[in-house]
């Protein structure tokens, strides 16, 4: 994960008219090469998403924990306290200016006009994490990763709505390669569970609106990546909490007969780090890089969570067909990333 203490830089700066017809055309077509540090990040949304995402199916079906919205609040709470605390304690700060967050004296929280400016993205953020939570449940884990690949189309197509982001054939075909392997590998596995193949399907759409909101309400909020969670969570928390109050989920959480056992604690306190720490390298990916990107990271991410999801809870039998699905989209994750990295 990155420091801390790093300042988030967000490019807001746009090219000249001149530009635009030029070199800011190349650009919107191709993006530029990353960076290393969003090398860095890239590494770390891979390596927390992988342990979440193994973290949140133990608690839901080794468990049979029965909400997954009160573990999405639990994993809220625990974010802004986090976030409290280092402010407190000058060790982050929530502005993206070039402050340094041990000497910044200025207000400890946000504005009001701040918070509200950044309410679409609480939404698209409160949205992502309850269809996320729950279609963990309801397919086993090698099928939601196969079926979650297919986000990158989802976030391509709505970069192309929002900002008119257009792509090189070399990356289209990478992606198109990336779909092909998830069909081919889910084909034997289309009529498992229609509501948990929705579910997941949903869950791909909210997470395409959340990464390009991310891009627009991150570049003209003036917050850095702390900023940006904080103001989330501080106007999801009181609506999630109402919600899992009137659908009764609080109720079911007290009389959970598993809530004070230690390994279930372990385990919903490891969740709640980890989504932390989740949350802020998705920001950070997000930013630094691109929405498709951050996508793609989540493919790349698919190879340790399918080995290990297989390992802790089963599912379903590797055959060769399977197998071969699951190649042909990390081959195309690969082409994709090194596309990026190079600026191809």
């Given at each position: 994960?990155?420091?801390?203490?790093?300042?988030?830089?967000?490019?807001?700066?746009?090219?000249?008219?001149?530009?635009?017809?030029?070199?800011?055309?190349?650009?919107?077509?191709?993006?530029?090469?990353?960076?290393?540090?969003?090398?860095?990040?890239?590494?770390?949304?891979?390596?927390?998403?992988?342990?979440?995402?193994?973290?949140?199916?133990?608690?839901?079906?080794?468990?049979?924990?029965?909400?997954?919205?009160?573990?999405?609040?639990?994993?809220?709470?625990?974010?802004?306290?986090?976030?409290?605390?280092?402010?407190?304690?000058?060790?982050?700060?929530?502005?993206?200016?070039?402050?340094?967050?041990?000497?910044?004296?200025?207000?400890?929280?946000?504005?009001?006009?701040?918070?509200?400016?950044?309410?679409p993205l609480a939404l698209t953020?409160?949205?992502?994490?309850?269809?996320?939570?729950?279609?963990?449940?309801?397919?086993?884990?090698?099928?939601?990763?196969?079926?979650?690949?297919?986000?990158?189309?989802?976030?391509?197509?709505?970069?192309?709505?929002?900002?008119?982001?257009?792509?090189?054939?070399s990356v289209i075909g990478s992606?198109?390669?990336?779909?092909?392997?998830?069909?081919?590998?889910?084909?034997?596995?289309?009529?498992?569970?229609?509501?948990?193949?929705?579910?997941?399907?949903?869950s791909n759409i909210t997470t395409?609106?959340?990464?390009?909101?991310?891009?627009?309400?991150?570049?003209?909020?003036?917050?850095?990546?702390?900023?940006?969670?904080?103001?989330?969570?501080?106007?999801?928390?009181?609506?999630?909490?109402?919600?899992?109050?009137?659908?009764?989920?609080?109720?079911?959480?007290?009389?959970?007969?598993?809530?004070?056992?230690?390994?279930?604690?372990?385990?919903?306190?490891?969740?709640?780090?980890?989504?932390?720490?989740?949350?802020?390298?998705?920001?950070?990916?997000?930013?630094?890089?691109?929405?498709?990107?951050?996508?793609?990271?989540?493919?790349?991410?698919?190879?340790?969570?399918?080995?290990?999801?297989?390992?802790?809870?089963?599912?379903?039998?590797?055959?060769?067909?399977?197998?071969?699905?699951?190649?042909?989209?990390?081959?195309?994750?690969?082409?994709?990333?090194?596309?990026?990295?190079?600026?191809?």
């Open positions: 994960m990155v420091p801390s203490t790093e300042r988030l830089s967000l490019p807001v700066s746009d090219p000249s008219p001149q530009q635009r017809g030029g070199a800011g055309e190349q650009r919107l077509f191709k993006g530029s090469a990353m960076t290393t540090r969003g090398a860095y990040a890239a590494v770390s949304y891979m390596s927390c998403a992988v342990l979440l995402v193994l973290f949140n199916k133990a608690a839901l079906s080794s468990y049979s924990f029965p909400s997954a919205n009160v573990i999405t609040l639990f994993q809220m709470i625990c974010s802004c306290s986090f976030l409290y605390v280092l402010r407190c304690w000058k060790l982050i700060s929530f502005s993206s200016g070039d402050i340094s967050p041990l000497t910044d004296n200025s207000a400890r929280f946000v504005s009001l006009q701040t918070v509200i400016h950044t309410s953020y409160l949205l992502y994490m309850l269809a996320t939570m729950e279609s963990v449940r309801g397919v086993n884990v090698p099928m939601y990763t196969t079926l979650r690949r297919t986000t990158v189309v989802f976030t391509m197509f709505v970069e192309f709505i929002l900002v008119g982001q257009k792509y090189t054939r992606v198109a390669l990336i779909v092909f392997g998830a069909f081919v590998a889910g084909s034997r596995d289309l009529s498992f569970d229609a509501y948990g193949y929705a579910v997941v399907f949903l395409a609106i959340y990464l390009a909101t991310i891009s627009r309400v991150g570049k003209s909020s003036g917050l850095n990546s702390f900023g940006l969670m904080w103001c989330n969570g501080i106007l999801c928390g009181p609506v999630l909490l109402f919600w899992t109050f009137i659908r009764g989920d609080l109720r079911m959480t007290m009389d959970f007969p598993y809530l004070f056992a230690p390994g279930f604690l372990i385990v919903l306190l490891l969740s709640c780090v980890l989504a932390f720490f989740l949350n802020y390298s998705i920001f950070l990916n997000t930013t630094l890089n691109s929405a498709v990107t951050q996508t793609i990271c989540g493919n790349l991410k698919d190879l340790f969570t399918i080995t290990l999801g297989w390992m802790f809870f089963g599912g379903l039998p590797f055959d060769l067909l399977n197998v071969i699905g699951q190649l042909l989209g990390f081959v195309g994750s690969g082409f994709y990333a090194y596309f990026k990295l190079f600026g191809k």
